[in-house]
């Protein structure tokens, strides 16, 4: 079984640029979650879809950072304009079920350098 | 405000014997925890869970202990592998997130080295 991937593996880009990240998950698995992970912490959630409609992104910067999954299956995040506090590993996971004790399957993330 | 820390960002251990690997939370609304471990440029792997109406759960060579009156839980590996070497994340949800969120807050990780 493919596990899930993401692309690109890594990104420099200068502040104020724009940045997106693609996702796609586990084959059959209707929740897709991003995560960002700053060095010396662990993954903060930004965004969970179930299918295609967001089901929490109380801690997504709206002002900046967007993300989409259309037909419930892969997704894309995207930063506009990037800050310099932006850089992080974005890590894209999945699950099976909505559910909390659905297992979260994480794909390798995208490591982001501003500058 | 830290929900759940792990207060030691590394730990040594001889091979063959055991690692244990330490979780605070804060929020005594967590029912259920996760260990997730990571190796360098990979995505976070699941390890073992708990949920709260329990105080041990075992799998193979990884045992979880929950201390919910000290909100305190803990992962032992025993024995210890030299391929066990990674970071381990410790993370919590609480139900009152709601059965449609599966939200999860991590610690910062503790970064185990197993020598051979």
């Known amino acids: 079984e493919a596990g899930v991937a993401q692309s690109p593996r890594y990104k420099i880009i200068e502040k104020r640029q724009s940045v997106a990240f693609w996702c796609n998950p586990i084959?059959?698995?209707?929740?897709l979650y991003w995560y960002q992970q700053i060095l010396g912490q662990g993954p903060k959630l930004l965004i969970q879809?179930?299918?295609?409609?967001?089901?929490?992104d109380s801690q997504l910067p709206k002002d900046r950072f967007s993300a989409e999954r259309l037909k419930g299956v892969d997704s894309t995040l995207k930063i506009q304009p990037a800050k310099l506090e932006d850089s992080a590993v974005y890590l894209c996971a999945s699950s099976q079920t909505s559910g909390r004790l659905g297992t979260q399957y994480f794909g390798p993330g995208t490591r982001l350098l501003v500058l | 405000d830290q929900q759940v820390k792990q207060n030691s960002p590394s730990l040594s251990v001889q091979e063959g014997r055991i690692s244990i690997l330490n979780c605070d939370y804060t929020n005594s609304m967590f029912d259920y925890f996760l260990w997730y471990k990571k190796y360098p440029a990979e995505g976070p792997t699941f390890l073992i869970s708990?949920?709260?109406?329990?105080d041990k759960n075992e799998d193979g060579r990884f045992t979880v202990f929950l201390n919910k009156s000290a909100k305190h839980l803990s992962l032992h590996i025993v024995p210890s592998q030299p391929g066990d070497s990674a970071v381990y994340f410790c993370?919590?949800?609480?139900?009152?997130?709601?059965?449609?969120?599966?939200?999860?807050?991590f610690g910062t990780g503790t970064l185990l080295a197993v020598q051979p």
């Open positions: 708990i949920s709260s109406i329990k």
């Open positions: 084959s059959g698995h209707a929740t």
């Open positions: 879809f179930q299918n295609n409609g967001v089901v929490d």
């Open positions: 993370a919590a949800s609480a139900s009152r997130y709601g059965g449609a969120t599966n939200k999860l807050i």
